[in-house]
């Protein structure tokens, strides 16, 4: 369980987390979706603690962090080490092969051997219909082929939770299909995972948990049957802004 109690985060000029409270169930997929600015990109990053909030309690498993006190980096580790983010635009090691790319972390950090590690990370690749690039370089790859290798290496660390931030929204629509079918077959598998994402049809179909944030509030939590089905007057504001023809009625 992944629990956030009266998180609250300002920018200078902005409140960009308002008295948020949510818990995150293991095995669910939440997608989490809102308006630009609502506060989706800093909710995520607070979850893996990138994004430091200003106050309010940050639980996983038993263990809970008071976020107004300073953090260890033994708490900052534990956290990242139970949460994996991906991102808009991963980055890989250039240097490095896709399969160097995917033991990286798992070998230095986890301290997994190299053919425990290498083993694991062809597993991975393949689930992702990516075994083939084990010995290409990063440059070698589509974008579609390398979020999905960065989704890949993200589970090689066998997180918690995958937290993944618009992880399409830089890709073709045929390659973000590639990346959408691969986090559909994962939120079947019940990986947990939280994403945020503006694909609406994606959502309806692998997410168990909504959220709608508006103004750095939850504005919605619940089912994607209600949410897409019997939604509120602002959410049917919002999906109808999706619609090309916003005369179209359902
Ligand atoms: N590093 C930052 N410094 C100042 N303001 C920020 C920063 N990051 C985000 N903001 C502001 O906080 C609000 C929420 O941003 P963000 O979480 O990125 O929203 P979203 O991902 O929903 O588009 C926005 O008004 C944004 O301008
Ligand atoms: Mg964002």
């Known amino acids: 369980m992944l629990k956030l109690e009266h998180i609250d985060k300002r920018y200078t000029e ?9 818990t995150f169930n293991p095995h669910e997929t939440t997608v989490i979706v809102g308006p630009s600015g609502s506060g989706k990109s800093t909710l995520l990053r ?33 956290v990242r080490r139970k949460t994996g983010m991906v991102f808009q635009q ?3 090691f250039d240097h490095l092969t896709i399969m160097g790319n995917m033991i990286e972390a798992p070998v230095h950090v986890l301290k997994q051997s190299k053919a425990q590690a290498t083993k694991h990370a062809h597993e991975l690749l ?3 219909d990516l075994d083939n690039t084990a010995d290409r370089y990063p440059y070698q790859l589509s974008g579609g082929q390398t979020q999905r290798v960065a989704i890949a290496r993200a589970l090689a660390m066998a997180p918690d939770y995958l937290l993944l931030d618009e992880p399409t929204s830089a890709l073709d629509p045929e390659l973000e299909a590639q990346v959408l079918r691969v986090l559909n077959d994962l939120a ?7 994403i945020v994402t503006h694909n609406m049809d994606f959502a309806r179909h692998a ?10 509030k939850i504005n919605f939590d619940g089912t994607p049957d209600e949410f897409f089905n019997n939604p509120t007057e602002r959410i049917n ?14």
Do not use: C
Not at 48 to 73: A, C, F, M, V, W
Not at 188 to 194: D, G, K, V
Not at 207 to 216: C, I, Q, T, V, Y
């Open 90 to 92: 991963p980055r890989m």
């Open 126 to 128: 393949a689930a992702v």
């Open 14 to 22: 902005h409140h960009a987390l308002q008295d948020i409270n949510v």
């Open 188 to 194: 079947h598998e019940n990986q947990s995972m939280i």
């Open 207 to 216: 997410a168990d948990r909504m959220l709608f944030l508006e103004d750095g």
């Open 46 to 78: 607070s979850l893996n603690l990138l994004e430091r909030p200003d106050s309010g309690k940050y639980t996983i498993d038993d263990r809970t962090i008071d976020l107004s006190q300073p953090l260890t980096t033994e708490t900052l580790l534990w």
């Open 237 to 250: 504001r919002f999906l109808n802004a999706f619609k090309f023809n916003q005369n179209e009625t359902e």
